[in-house]
């Protein structure tokens, strides 16, 4: 039996943090490869067949939908719907159309029916509209070249939703001027819990933090850089980033699934700004 997933509920983005493959739709075909955005409309019909191990972050908008920022919040880095690649309907899509049994898992209300076909019902033949699955790799967003600035988070921001924002740290270039901070500022944010997963590369403001980590910062809650992280970026020469990170901004209250298995929560992370008063 073959399956397809349907989600009801809301629009659902797909992060791909490792790996390449195919997604297939109900608007075609679309490959993917690490460091892809995939966005999936609320009650998309879909199915991954990875060609390598595939790790993925899924985000949902619960009765919600993802859409762009505008200008206010997105600055001079708005996303342009030009970098967006679109699923195909071309001969892999068809090849993969047969008789088999096939079933659809759909999540409404979170909970999940299925319906069973008798043939495969990705087959759409067209469709039109402005309505369909996107794909988007950060490698597609322009560098936030600052300039002896430091960009601000909101430049990154990538989707929104009523209640969340995505936001897309990328590799930039590095301030220009020697004593300027390239760090982020100790702050705590009053209007959102911030969750950021950490993709690829070396975390400038999380000297401890390495690919596939996630930070999870209460609102209320003050943070910033980590000591070790502000003695290498705050005093020496410039450099340019190398960190590709994925912030969720939240005003829904985030809380963590009882469900996590024990020893995936780093639990001395608090801790680390501990050393501060010693390096400072
Ligand atoms: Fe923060």
Redesign the pocket.
């Known amino acids: 039996m073959h399956a397809l997933a349907r989600n009801a509920d809301g629009d659902t983005l797909i992060f791909v943090h490792n790996g390449a493959g195919a997604l297939f739709c109900d608007y075609g075909h679309l490959p993917y490869c690490d460091g892809d955005y995939i966005l999936l409309p609320r009650g998309t019909a879909w199915r991954i067949e990875p060609s390598e191990l595939s790790e993925f972050m899924m985000i949902e908008a619960t009765a919600s939908a993802f859409k762009l920022p505008d200008a206010s919040q997105g600055g001079p880095s708005a996303i342009n719907p030009m970098l967006f690649t679109l699923p195909r309907i071309d001969d892999a899509f068809i090849a993969q159309q047969d008789d088999a049994f096939w079933e659809i898992h759909i999540k409404r209300r979170g909970q999940v029916s299925t319906l069973t076909y008798p043939f495969n019902p990705l087959d759409a033949v067209g469709w039109e509209g402005d309505l369909c699955v996107v794909k988007l790799n950060w490698r597609d967003l322009a560098k936030h070249r600052s300039d002896g600035q430091r960009t601000p988070p909101a430049a990154s921001c990538t989707f929104v939703t009523e209640t969340f924002s995505i936001s897309t740290f990328i590799p930039k270039v590095g301030e220009g001027e020697s004593g300027i901070m390239r760090v ?1 500022f100790y ?1 705590s ?1 009053e209007d959102a819990d ?1 969750f950021i997963f950490y993709h690829r590369g070396e975390f400038f403001s999380r000297g401890e933090i390495k690919a596939g980590m996630a930070t999870f ?1 209460p609102s209320g809650f003050p ?1 910033g850089p980590h000591p070790s992280a502000y003695q290498k970026k705050m005093v020496k020469a410039p450099v340019e980033t190398e960190e590709v990170a994925i912030m969720i901004d939240s005003r829904a209250f985030l809380t963590v699934d009882e469900s996590i298995p024990d020893g995936a929560e780093w639990k001395a992370y608090v801790k680390t700004w501990e050393k501060a008063q010693e390096t400072l």
């Open positions: 982020p702050h944010n911030e910062h943070h």
